[in-house]
């Protein structure tokens, strides 16, 4: 690991100052939360940044409040512990408290954080070695798309063929989630859909909107609705301690035995949180039923392309989106 020098801000003003210089701009500052993604990429040479800004002495950023109105306001650094055991969380987002419950281990979970977890650089085995001179690290090509490709995407691929590797993003685009996101020059609200890029649509080296010099700040998740009913819902290799093949996070108002709306993201199989739209327009309106999950888990994959050793994800995120429905309808 390169030498580094650590700032330990006590405020969130002191910290943006120290990101809105000309070095840290151009990359050679990194900002440090949990560290669970960065100290690894820092280990690996993957990253070399000259300085990191250390977040964790800032008090408030790892708090949850709870609107009168149903909302949550979840800090950048509340820990993936805090969030599964979060009364308030488990009681409105289900979603959100079920998928910070299936992520990596216990003593990660305690350390990981919301924004660390969103903001987590991409697992391709490609990517993670400092030998593989890959296009998403200022290579010519993606090496998965004519190499090993088990873990990669099969919808919204290329040129690079990464997924994103977080289990809360998925639950909270479903949730209907935005990220407030904080610089020196002021803040910006984004919904969380719209802050994860593809690579096609902007630097194919990022993953987020973040530009130099901003942070995320906190995740604001609107009241529900009436009727509402969520659950993430994920599939992985090992029994434990590992990343999604692919999941599914459900968000859906059931009345009178009739769907009236939902939401549905897939995790595990492209480089964003993949919302369904056609598998939402599927459900919507329907009366819960075997042949109404097919057709909306056949829409949930429409368009996918598999490479040389992913077809397998095809089945597997449509069986993930029939099972998710069952029980939650259930």
């Not at 050679?28 to 250390?54: C, F, I, S, W």
């Not at 690290?137 to 290329?158: D, P, V």
């Not at 919904?191 to 130099?212: H, I, N, W």
């Amino acid at each position: 690991m390169k030498a580094f020098k650590l700032h330990n801000p006590t405020d969130l003003e002191s910290a943006l100052a120290l990101l809105d210089t000309p070095e840290a701009r151009s990359g050679a500052t990194r900002v440090l939360a949990g560290g669970q993604d960065l100290l690894t990429e820092m280990k690996e040479h993957l990253a070399e940044p000259d300085a990191l800004v250390n977040l964790k002495h800032i008090p408030g950023l790892d708090q949850v409040h709870a609107g009168a109105d149903g909302s949550l306001e979840i800090g950048a650094l509340c820990t993936l512990a805090a969030l599964e055991e979060h009364a308030e969380v488990a009681q409105r987002l289900p979603a959100l408290a079920q998928a910070a419950g299936v992520v990596a281990s216990a003593q990660i979970r305690s350390q990981a954080t919301l924004g660390g977890n969103l903001n987590q650089r991409p697992r391709c085995w490609y990517f993670r070695s400092e030998h593989a001179p890959c296009l998403k690290k200022g290579g010519t090509e993606c090496f998965s798309y004519g190499g090993m490709s088990k873990y990669n995407a099969i919808l919204g691929g290329g040129p690079s063929y990464i997924v994103h590797p977080s289990d809360l993003a998925p639950a909270l685009v479903a949730l209907g989630a935005s990220a407030e996101i904080v610089s020196a020059k002021g803040s910006r609200t984004v919904a969380l859909e719209k802050y994860f890029t593809l690579p096609s649509e902007s630097d194919v080296k990022r993953e987020t909107v973040l530009q130099p010099g901003e942070i995320l700040r906190r995740v604001l998740v609107p009241a529900p609705a009436a009727n509402t009913r969520s659950s993430y819902t994920k599939f992985r290799e090992k029994g434990s301690f590992d990343f999604a093949l692919a999941s599914v996070a459900l968000a859906l108002v059931l009345e009178g035995g009739t769907i009236r709306s939902s939401r549905v993201v897939l995790g595990g199989v492209a480089p964003i949180p993949w919302r369904s739209k056609a598998a939402e327009a599927a459900l919507e309106g329907g009366q819960p039923s075997r042949a109404l999950f097919e057709k909306a888990a056949a829409a949930s994959v429409r368009g996918a392309e598999a490479l040389a050793h992913n077809g397998y994800k095809v089945p597997l995120a449509k069986g993930l989106v029939i099972r998710a429905l069952e029980e939650l309808c259930a």
